[in-house]
């Protein structure tokens, strides 16, 4: 029974270990996490396709390229180390990124409901805007991508669990607690940055 499941879901498993790899990797501010999240990214395009989650879907093609975007980003640190380090936003800079969010999301979603048979469009459109852009803050090193993602992790699990994707909603579930992980060694990190540069 269970080599049946792994034989019928091997795309899903395969990304599911990518994925962690990533992230784990990302939380040491390890450049080889880029690598690994554009592998992924491939193999859950074709997932999420066949799962009718559409904005899912497409999200995987902005990871890819966000994945040689972060690369070149965090390639940067090896040769200017002082000047791309762990940093923050100032309110007005999330205020904007949230407002940016949620009217993409509520814009997405009715042309899905309009215009495809997208399963939970609004929802879909939620997590792949608030995704964009917390990837974005990944690959700019600013502490509260972790924070932004704990949200848009917590509701991809229903969304996922919605589609029968079970495997993926646990990879959320570790998701969110590899996030707190994240937060911490980064906060660490951010005021170790502070205190040599004061």
Request: with cysteine.
């Amino acid at each position: 029974m269970i080599f049946n499941y792994i034989i019928q879901n091997w795309l899903e498993i395969a990304a599911v270990i990518f994925a962690i790899l990533y992230l784990i990797l990302a939380v040491k501010q390890n450049i080889l996490c880029w690598i690994l999240g554009i592998i992924s990214s491939i193999l859950y395009f074709f997932i999420m396709r066949s799962a009718g989650l559409y904005m899912e879907a497409y999200l995987q093609i902005f990871y890819v390229f966000m994945g040689f975007y972060g690369w070149s980003q965090w390639k940067k640190e090896a040769i200017n180390k002082e000047n791309f380090v762990v940093h923050t936003w100032s309110k007005l800079n999330h205020f904007f990124a949230l407002f940016i969010i949620l009217m993409l999301s509520f814009l997405s979603g009715t042309l899905l409901r309009l215009f495809t048979d997208s399963a939970l469009p609004f929802l879909d459109a939620l997590v792949t805007w608030g995704a964009v852009v917390a990837t974005y803050m990944v690959a700019k090193k600013l502490l509260e991508n972790w924070l932004y993602w704990l949200v848009i992790d917590s509701i991809s699990i229903l969304l996922f669990i919605s589609r029968d994707l079970w495997l993926t909603a646990c990879l959320f579930g570790v998701y969110i607690v590899i996030i707190v992980f994240g937060f911490r060694l980064w906060s660490k990190a951010l005021k170790e940055n502070n205190a040599v540069s004061s």
